[in-house]
């Protein structure tokens, strides 16, 4: 454990785009870099900065956080404030770069230089930042080596779309497991759709070249082949960001992530979960940008009533009157609907039995190290290549099959539970659960290939300052 009175071995500038799946896993990785002696900053806009309640992250293991803002052009509201989608992303473009900019000048003149930028690939803008500084340029991808592949192959001509178009009826890259088209990220098997996203995905390899360093959520064993197609690409750096307390339990007060844009309501979560017993529960959750039609929530809703199991439903404030009348108080025994949760410690309590989920890396990646089966309901982006991951290249769950409609039907969504929790197919996906906890934990263990990824990358880190001075 670092001495946090030690001097640090280099300043960093964190940046995550807006979402919270991409701060939690990059504020995870600060955590560990500040446990290796480096000082990280956390970028977030103007507005999520004045909904926070501090500017400074305590880690108990090194230096501790700072939070910084720069302006995406909406510091009143945020995303809320722009007329739509696109008109955020054009305005985080065109206001971010000189924002970022202003601030790394801020922080010199402060006597508190920048040494590097870590940036979420969804924002190729930060690395020409770097470079006008003449700092060093990291990318951290927040999805797996396996779509950031197809990203890279859509991105640089190699794959051509449509798809069908084209005369193709899966999709491969090297490495990964051969998808049907409906398997691959939904901005590749369902071209045109979401414009101004799939111009985001692809421009994450806008100016890849550059980039100093490449680093990636996940663990090596996890994308074996994959991570040696990608290496050869971009260079390494891979780990999985979930708070140490789940894994090595190195940085002992490292128990959350530590910064939510919803509320949890943990308290209530945590006594419900303590009165049922050992793994009798269901956990639904679709993440914090997922939006259901009301006849999948009818759906989904009768499905969990007639599963006979105790159920945990996260349903956000913004889409609970799309649940069916009177479905709340109906099922408020065997059953508990939250606006929001913290899925970590849902996870890690033992009454929970499966996880229904929208197959978000970051819940895929919390499921597999955590030991919880997964029934996936992907829903767009990355997700159906997650799923299809998760039933047949790490075993630890079952996807749902649509209808013609794209609804997973109240039977389908029973059957899956059934299997995972009961089924033939239980006590192997639990015995390959088993296998990729203990994976993950010496991964980030002492000595493990991600925490010697990190040394490595502190390593750097510390030579290109010795350089610069």
């Not at 509201?77 to 955020?88: I, K, L, W």
């Not at 051969?178 to 806008?206: C, M």
């Not at 956000?316 to 709340?328: C, H, M, T």
Request: glycine content about 8%; overall charge negative.
């Amino acid at each position: 454990m670092e001495d946090p009175k030690k001097p640090e071995k280099a300043h960093v500038l964190v940046l995550p785009f807006t979402g919270q799946g991409h701060i939690n896993p990059m504020l995870q990785f600060s955590k560990r870099l500040s446990s290796k002696g480096i000082k990280s900053t956390l970028i977030t806009t103007i507005y999520i900065s004045k909904s926070l309640k501090t500017t400074t992250i305590a880690t108990h293991y090194g230096p501790p956080i700072q939070l910084r803002p720069i302006s995406d052009g909406y510091d009143d509201d945020g995303y809320h404030q722009a007329e739509s989608t696109a008109a955020y992303l054009d305005s985080l473009r065109t206001n971010g770069p000189v924002s970022l900019a202003q601030l790394i000048k801020k922080l010199s003149e402060e006597g508190d230089p920048v040494n590097a930028v870590i940036y979420d690939g969804f924002l190729p803008w930060a690395l020409d930042v770097a470079k006008q500084f003449g700092l060093v340029g990291v990318v951290f991808f927040t999805q797996s080596c396996t779509v950031n592949s197809i990203y890279y192959h859509v991105q640089r001509g190699l794959i051509q779309l449509p798809l069908m178009g084209h005369g193709s009826t899966t999709v491969s890259v090297p490495g990964a497991p051969e998808l049907q088209p409906w398997e691959a990220p939904s901005f590749v098997h369902n071209y045109g759709s979401y414009p101004f996203w799939f111009d985001v995905i692809l421009g994450q390899f806008s100016n890849i070249d550059q980039v100093d360093w490449v680093l990636c959520n996940i663990f090596y064993d996890m994308e074996k082949e994959e991570f040696s197609y990608i290496i050869v690409l971009f260079g390494h750096g891979f780990r999985p960001t979930v708070p140490s307390y789940y894994l090595d339990k190195r940085l002992e007060h490292d128990k959350d992530y530590g910064l939510q844009l919803l509320n949890p309501n943990t308290t209530l979560c945590n006594n419900w979960l303590d009165s049922k017993p050992k793994d009798s529960v269901i956990y639904v959750s679709f993440g914090s940008a997922a939006e259901l039609t009301e006849e999948q929530f009818k759906e989904l809703a009768q499905g969990l009533k007639n599963s006979q199991h105790n159920f945990l439903w996260v349903v956000r404030e913004s889409e609970q009157a799309k649940l069916p009348n009177g479905f709340i108080p109906e099922t408020s025994g065997p059953g508990l609907v939250v606006g929001w949760a913290s899925q970590l410690e849902v996870l890690a309590n033992e009454a929970t039995g499966c996880f229904v989920t929208h197959c978000g890396f970051n819940s895929v990646l919390e499921a597999l190290s955590l030991g919880v089966p997964v029934v996936g309901v992907p829903q767009w982006t990355d997700q159906g290549t997650n799923g299809k991951f998760v039933e047949d290249v790490w075993g630890i769950g079952v996807r749902v099959k649509v209808d013609d409609d794209g609804i997973v039907r109240k039977k389908e969504l029973q059957e899956c539970i059934k299997e995972v929790m009961e089924g033939e197919k239980s006590e192997e996906i639990k015995r390959s659960l088993s296998k990729w906890k203990k994976l993950a934990k010496e991964a980030v263990d002492e000595g493990g290939s991600s925490d010697k990824n990190i040394d490595e990358f502190v390593a750097y880190l510390a030579e290109m300052q010795n350089v610069r001075s």
